[in-house]
């Protein structure tokens, strides 16, 4: 399979005053695969998926008050050759989103006390979701949604500050059931010492938008949808606490968290997707999350140091699988350990080493790419995976312009996870090794 991949991004910026300024954005980015599936050997795209983004800003401050207006598109499509998908078939399916955006923000600052947000926002989307059955088709669900929010950060003292805030959303799918939601959150920092620094997070979310991939690859038959069909939003609470050390050349922090999650959805063991009737193959369920994160960075001299680990569970719970009890979701990753060291060369260079171990993913599939028994249902994992990358960069300033080289080798040794190498290859060396380099001038 051959695997081509390109994207633009442009920026302007147009200052109308000392304190007004405008703004416009435009991104893209086309990834595209393909096979020899013609009888002559042409290869021919088999997987595209094409990501577009424009935005119209306009930002303003008079006293103590700033508003910040934008409007805002965006559109994702997913195409596959349908040849690739189902058996006697031809042609080209797609699904996709497409959404237009228009917010308006304001802020409002008293001295160093006191900090308040707040702003609405209205956005119109169009699901493109793909229909299975004898024959495939695509329905479009259009969805209105409104939501307003008020964030207002209080600093009590030198050493306490809270923030609290709210978001309120309505979210109106034109042919189906309507959802309102509140959702509070609050943040508490103290600061002990001049060093030391202890926090509290809570936070409510909900999420009008289910997806579930059935492959190594996200393809269009993949179940998206958003919060219709009977389908709930899927909502959680978040705690987080944690401890963060500053020193002289550098930090390091701690923190535990707790998730809960409700109205999660997964495929039912040992089913094969047939049709449109998604309620037969999915299963709704309850979860939660825990763990605990460490980071450290130090700098010595020319040395610099980052070290990250964490331990997580990610679980879920089905009423109709009693027997199998609380088993690890498709995010269950109980081990991630990340770190770097670098030397800086010069004044503008440095050289670095780094690498990655984590624990593989939970399988959704067996070996012959088959949906798997319920006595299998969430027990295999995949491999470990790991690698060890070697970059040089080199970094210089011209004033109001900068120069950035960049070159190194990606899994000098390792075992990268079977996603990252469809992700990411376009060649192959031995054992996954993958040169790159960059070259960049801002100005």
Sequence with gaps: MNHSTYDYNAKLSYNLSPVTTMNFLAYGARDDYHLPIEENGENVSVLRWDNQAYQLSFATQKGRLGNSTAVFYSAHTNRAYMGEIKEDTDGYVHSGIKSLNVTTDFSY??????????????????????????????????VNQVSVYYDNLLRISPEFSVQVGVHGVAYCPQHH??????????????????????????????????FLR???????????????DGF?????????????????????????YYKTRRNVLALRPDTWVEDEGWQKYLMVGNGDSYGVKGYLYQRWKRW????????????????????????PSLYDVPHQLGGALSYQLTTYSSFSVGGMLRSGKVRFLNEDYEPLSVEEFREKREPLN?????GYSYRK????????????????????SEEDILSFYSVHWSGNCLPYGSLSFKF
């Design 214 to 228: 059935f492959d190594s690859f996200s393809l269009p038959t993949d179940f998206r949808m958003p919060s219709i």
């Design 304 to 327: 610099s140091l980052q070290l990250s680990y964490a331990y997580s569970r990610s679980r879920e719970w089905f009423g109709e699988l009693p027997e199998k009890g609380k088993v």
């Design 397 to 416: 300033s011209f004033g109001d312009k900068l120069l950035l080289l960049r070159l190194g080798v990606y899994n000098v040794v390792g075992n990268p």
């Design 109 to 142: 600052s008293l001295e160093n006390l006191y900090h308040a947000r707040w702003g609405v926002k209205y956005a119109y989307e169009v699901y493109d979701l793909v229909s299975q059955g004898e024959e495939m088709r695509v329905r479009h669900e259009p």
């Design 232 to 256: 709930k939003p899927c909502s959680s609470e978040h705690y987080e606490m944690g401890w963060k050390h500053f020193m002289n050349s550098g930090q390091c922090e701690v923190s535990v």
């Design 386 to 390: 790991y690698r060890v990358d070697v």
């Design 177 to 210: 059931r309507s959802y309102y939601s509140i959702q509070p959150r609050l943040s508490v920092k103290y600061f002990p010492s001049e060093r030391n620094l202890l926090y509290l997070n809570f936070s409510k979310m909900e999420q009008f938008y289910h």
